[in-house]
């Protein structure tokens, strides 16, 4: 049996500072090494899930194989790695209290009283133990903490990896803090007193990190490091600079292997005889993450992709698909251009003027009716004028509204979720939908097959007939208006084995280069060291269109 190890990331001094980014490097600069790993995720919250909050709350939600709604730190996680992520890898408070409330209700306390320590230690405890339980092949277990050191939610969590440290072993545990070294821009001076300060709030809680990794705009000096070693009791070679990046994110495992981030970690679990420690270490599997970060800086060509939504100026809300879109220009160098079009300021007059430059249009997921008649006029255009056109869920359903009023004439076409009286509900909440009254949780999620028609062009993109690819919704196309549109030129390209479910449609490769929509997500599968096929296929279209 294998020996597992655990390392436990937290923040502080401030959020967003990429915590999820920097776990997710970390995986990947040990499976560089042979090694496999998963990553979990604790959030402070007490939502159940991220699922009922709004993306201007949360991004977006990170939709896992086996239908885990999540946060959207597993989608780097999933993206950077080659772990496969379920539900056991997304912890919430809610999630915790919610075991330990029934288990109460249940009488498994019996004559007790139920206090956070140590009942609510014990169950976030359990849960990161869960991970491996039945699996014996995994040597490393990430943990990230959600939030901000010093933050009343994250105590309890706090607390359990302390005691967690306690259980396993400080040979099996490793703490890593990821904090912020800023600077005064007036002065330029760069301050190391709120990561002091940060690191003595997580000595009140107990932990003292072993490894901290400072972000900051540019790399700290010797000096520097040599200050924050003796205020934070870390020996200077653990303390890993994390410059601000110029081109993409994906560039970080690099940057952290030249700071020895993984010869530290190797170091601290005494594991050099499995992997030595090199200083100058050539893999093949850093190689490829350099390749991709050439295509940022040095692309041969470039494409404008105009992504029509409503929640624009929020990037999070749609991160895996502007990642899933980036790499679709990998294989061919191509730098992808993303313009970020708001749905409701579209419409008929402007979008000429808007689209003017444009090489594809792409629609993607979403929720009611703002902004939805600002992304039909978007479909209407990529129609007519030949401009590739991909849809996803939502984007499927406006492209099912727009054929039928503007090709089969149905004038008030809809879907139910916005028009739940129209004469033509192209679009229905599924069957098995209607009795559902909660809404956490409750859609078609996670991973579903879809057979493709032989001959089609989604059949011809996956170089397969059958594909599983993740869901998130309730609506569907409506099975009895199939035949009007088959009539009129729409391929039903994919359905669900039974035959029952609409999964993708396009329109005859005569007629249109390229118009494809899916009702499930394929951003959540794509990989930069592993691009999807759909996005590879959207972005070489858009170059030639
Ligand atoms: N609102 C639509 C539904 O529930 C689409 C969901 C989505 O785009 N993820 O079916």
């Not at 292997?257 to 090199?278: A, C, G, R, T, W």
Request: aromatic share 8%.
């Amino acid at each position: 049996m294998k020996k597992t190890r655990y390392i436990f990331v937290t923040g502080g001094v401030a959020s967003s500072l990429g915590k999820g980014v920097s776990i997710a490097s970390i995986g990947a600069l040990l499976e560089a090494r042979g090694f496999k790993v998963t990553i979990q995720k604790l959030d402070p919250y007490i939502n159940v899930d991220p699922g009922t909050m709004s993306p201007f709350q949360h991004g977006e939600v990170y939709v896992t194989e086996d239908g885990a709604e999540t946060d959207l730190d597993l989608g780097y996680y999933e993206r950077y790695t080659g772990a496969q992520l379920s539900r056991a890898n997304s912890v919430t408070t809610g999630q915790i209290y919610f075991s330990v409330i029934e288990r109460e209700r249940r009488g498994d306390y019996l004559g007790r009283t139920v206090q956070v320590i140590p009942h609510i230690t014990n169950e976030i405890k359990n849960r990161i133990l869960l991970l491996t339980k039945n699996k014996n092949n995994i040597d490393f277990v990430l943990v990230e903490i959600g939030g901000t050191v010093g933050d009343i939610e994250s105590v309890p969590f706090l607390e359990a990896i302390r005691q967690f440290r306690l259980d396993c072993g400080v040979e099996n545990t490793l703490f890593i803090h990821l904090t912020l070294v800023p600077t005064i821009t007036v002065a330029g001076e760069v301050k190391t007193k709120p990561t002091q300060h940060s690191v003595k709030e997580l000595l009140k809680q107990g932990i003292q990190p072993d490894i901290l990794v400072c972000r900051a705009s540019k790399k700290l000096d010797e000096d520097l490091k040599k200050k924050i070693s003796l205020f934070c009791n870390i020996p200077s070679h653990r303390v890993i600079s994390a410059p601000d990046i110029e081109d993409t994110i994906y560039e970080i495992p690099l940057i952290y292997h030249e700071e020895s981030l993984d010869n530290e970690i190797i170091k601290y679990f005494n594991m050099q005889e499995i992997s030595p420690v090199f200083e100058n270490m050539k893999n093949p599997l850093l190689e490829k993450w350099e390749r991709i970060v050439d295509v940022f800086k040095k692309p041969e060509k470039s494409v404008k992709i105009a992504v029509v939504g409503k929640y624009m100026s929020l990037n999070d809300a749609y991160r895996s698909l502007f990642e899933a879109l980036s790499h679709g220009g990998f294989p061919s160098k191509i730098k992808v251009e993303l313009v970020k079009v708001n749905s409701e300021e579209l419409n008929a007059q402007n979008i000429k003027e808007i689209f003017k430059e444009i090489d594809g249009v792409l629609i993607p997921g979403g929720f009611g009716e703002r902004g939805i008649e600002g992304k039909l006029e978007a479909v209407k255009y990529a129609r007519e004028n030949k401009l590739p056109f991909f849809g996803i869920c939502l984007g499927l359903h406006c492209a099912v509204i727009e054929f039928a009023r503007n090709v089969l004439n149905y004038k008030d076409a809809n879907t139910t979720e916005i028009d739940p009286d129209t004469k033509y509900p192209v679009i229905s909440l599924m069957e098995e939908q209607s009795d559902i009254t909660d809404k956490g949780g409750t859609m078609r999620l996670g991973a579903f097959p879809c057979q493709f028609k032989k001959g089609s062009l989604l059949e011809q993109i996956y170089g397969k007939s059958s594909v599983n690819e993740r869901h998130r919704h309730r609506y569907e196309f409506t099975n009895k208006f199939r035949n009007d549109f088959i009539k009129h030129g729409l391929v039903l390209s994919g359905l669900s084995p039974d035959g029952n479910l609409v999964e993708t449609i396009e329109l005859d490769k005569k007629l249109h280069p390229f118009f494809v929509a899916v009702q499930y997500h394929p951003e959540f599968k794509s990989k930069p060291l592993d691009p999807h096929p759909m996005f590879i296929e959207f972005i070489e279209k858009s170059l030639i269109k």
